[in-house]
């Protein structure tokens, strides 16, 4: 059990351009969620997968945001036409309640 | 609207003593809460949680209570220890239906313990 991972660590992009972030939970978790965190606030909630079902979307995922979970094992979030208003920590959180999270991608739109 | 609220960004303390975090709701369908604390550059490591059911969960120096007729919950770390710096976000779902596992998290206080 290597925790949940996060892949990359750190991203900084042109504005306007295209970002995918990876998430891999711990084996054998069903559920899969994403959080987004601003500084000076707590996560909030993005999205969440039953295996491959993505069962919930937050307002705050706009037409630019897409999550995948293909096969119900690891997951993507795509951000299409980033703006400056995306820099953020992109947190994967794998289980249920008691959420593990992983290190989280922190994105910078520059 | 902010359904979780932590009033105290910061909060500093003398090595040894009680740390008290402070976190209240709004959400009467709550019923489940969770603390995290968070490192820089870290994801948020769960610490402690508790159940509407109870009013108090105890883990080592952690503690928690929760205190339902007010929405109001706190994180007790006694004695405290300069490794507790760090910050701590309250967090707290609803255990039934389709959100089940789905964290809404107040905006965190920075606890710094000194030496």
């Known amino acids: 059990d290597t925790g949940v991972s996060q892949d990359p660590r750190h991203k900084i992009t042109k504005r306007g351009q295209n970002v995918t972030f990876r998430c891999d939970p711990i084996s054998e978790h069903n559920r899969l969620y994403w959080y987004r965190q601003t500084l000076g606030q707590g996560p909030e909630f993005l999205t969440y997968?039953?295996?491959?079902?993505?069962?919930?979307k937050s307002r705050l995922l706009s037409d630019r945001f897409s999550a995948e979970r293909p096969k119900g094992s690891f997951s993507t979030l795509e951000i299409q036409r980033t703006e400056q208003g995306d820099s953020a920590m992109y947190l994967c959180a794998s289980s249920g309640i008691g959420s593990t999270f992983g290190s989280g991608t922190r994105l910078t739109v520059v | 609207d902010q359904q979780v609220k932590q009033n105290s960004p910061s909060l500093s303390v003398q090595e040894g003593r009680i740390s008290i975090l402070n976190c209240d709701y709004t959400n009467s369908m709550f019923d489940y809460f969770l603390w995290y604390k968070k490192y820089p550059a870290e994801g948020p490591t769960f610490l402690i949680s508790i159940s509407s059911i109870k009013d108090k969960n105890e883990d080592g120096r952690f503690t928690v209570f929760l205190n339902k007729s007010a929405k109001h919950l706190s994180l007790h770390i006694v004695p405290s220890q300069p490794g507790d710096s760090a910050v701590y976000f309250c967090a707290a779902s609803v255990t039934g239906g389709t959100s089940y596992g789905k964290l809404t998290f107040g905006q965190g206080t920075i606890l710094t313990v000194h030496p």
């Open positions: 997968f039953q295996n491959e079902a993505q069962l919930e």
